[in-house]
T-cell receptor
Framework: TQLLEQSPQFLSIQEGENLTVYCNSS?????LQWYRQEPGEGPVLLVT?????EVKKLKRLTFQFGDARKDSSLHITAAQPGDTGLYLC??????????FGPGTRLSVLP | KAGVTQTPRYLIKTRGQQVTLSCSPI?????VSWYQQTPGQGLQFLFE???????NKGNFPGRFSGRQFSNSRSEMNVSTLELGDSALYLC????????????FGPGTRLTVL
């Protein structure tokens, strides 16, 4: 059983479209991270959210942490081919190992 | 600050051999975690070391082991390699304060023939 679920698993959209990826859990996390990973490379950190209800914006990417700190969403506005990759969410629990979702594989077609 | 470095980047071994992978964390980071990533299983947690002590361990057989040195550099070892050990092995470091974040290295691609 995955501690963190992500949906959708796969997403293929046209350049310019908007999309939202979800990360859900029944556990409470002290913080949650989003990463993007290219094939054969390590995940690259996009953002860390800490406070319940927190919203962070990174250019066209908007991240939200749920009020109860159990879930998060990533919204991309006007997606570009450079946004293509595997998006991973990870939850931190102090003194315990980080837990990762299975990832959402995004393909943005030109 | 330099990022997390992993060596080697690519490795080819045959079944039954053993392998040692190395990870140098970001300066000042005392926690190092190791993950195995395969297309079918995603990112699987192997173990975490903090100040030279293994603090958490994932559900992997005893053939997978690791250690951390006083300078926080870490190594992981896989003995008696099996075909199924072919994967991208990722190392991540963090400082582990209450609201912390892991930073990943580029990974070591291990192929077992």
């Amino acid at each position: 059983t995955q501690l963190l679920e992500q949906s959708p698993q796969f997403l293929s959209i046209q350049e310019g479209e908007n999309l939202t990826v979800y990360c859900n859990s029944s556990s409470v996390f002290s913080s949650l991270q989003w990463y993007r990973q290219e094939p054969g490379e390590g995940p690259v950190l996009l953002v860390t959210v800490v406070t319940g209800g927190e919203v962070k914006k990174l250019k066209r990417l908007t991240f939200q942490f749920g009020d109860a700190r159990k879930d998060s969403s990533l919204h991309i506005t006007a997606a570009q081919p450079g946004d293509t990759g595997l998006y991973l969410c990870a939850g931190a629990r102090y003194g315990q190992n980080f837990v990762f979702g299975p990832g959402t594989r995004l393909s943005v077609l030109p | 600050k330099a990022g997390v470095t992993q060596t080697p980047r690519y490795l080819i071994k045959t079944r039954g051999q053993q392998v040692t992978l190395s990870c140098s964390p970001i300066s000042g980071h005392r926690s190092v975690s190791w993950y195995q990533q395969t297309p079918g299983q995603g990112l699987q947690f192997l173990f975490e070391y903090f100040s030279e002590t293994q603090r958490n361990k994932g559900n992997f057989p005893g053939r997978f082991s690791g250690r951390q040195f006083s300078n926080s550099r870490s190594e992981m070892n896989v003995s008696t390699l099996e075909l199924g050990d072919s994967a991208l092995y990722l190392c991540a470091s963090s400082t582990w304060v209450e609201t912390d974040t892991q930073y990943f290295g580029p990974g070591t691609r291990l192929t077992v023939l």
